[in-house]
Nanobody, 124 residues
Framework: QVQLVESGGGLVQTGNTLRLSCAVTGNIFRNYAMGWFRQAPGKEREFVATIDWRAVQTEYADSVKGRFTISRDNAKNTVYLQMNNLKPEDTAVYFC?????????????????WGRGTQVTVSS
């Protein structure tokens, strides 16, 4: 059984930083891409960042490019999202998910296993 648990969310002011972590249990992590998505109230879940299984290729939404960094530690079965220069529009529940084998993806439907999310709130 695959389980994903996000942590690291919180309430911060504009311009501050947060680092999200996602711990994955189950024999699936190492050969699969991982992704971070977010969902604000009244909005659809949207892509934030993805990383391939070797941590060689990454992709980012235009809204976070240059501010967020996705990384992974396959020895620890953990994926991270470093979020710098946070803005009020980054406020959302952030989810991690296991993606397709090997390659990255921006498509929500290509992600099979999801965590419950962690709340990030950025005050102005």
């Amino acid at each position: 059984q695959v389980q994903l648990v996000e942590s690291g969310g919180g309430l911060v002011q504009t311009g501050n930083t947060l680092r999200l972590s996602c711990a994955v249990t189950g024999n699936i992590f190492r050969n699969y891409a991982m992704g971070w998505f977010r969902q604000a109230p009244g909005k659809e879940r949207e892509f934030v960042a993805t990383i391939d299984w070797r941590a060689v290729q990454t992709e980012y939404a235009d809204s976070v490019k240059g501010r967020f960094t996705i990384s992974r530690d396959n020895a620890k079965n953990t994926v991270y999202l470093q979020m710098n220069n946070l803005k009020p529009e980054d406020t959302a529940v952030y989810f991690c998910a296991t993606g397709p084998p090997l390659r990255t993806s921006r498509i929500v439907d290509e992600y099979d296993n999801w965590g419950r999310g962690t709340q990030v709130t950025v005050s102005s």
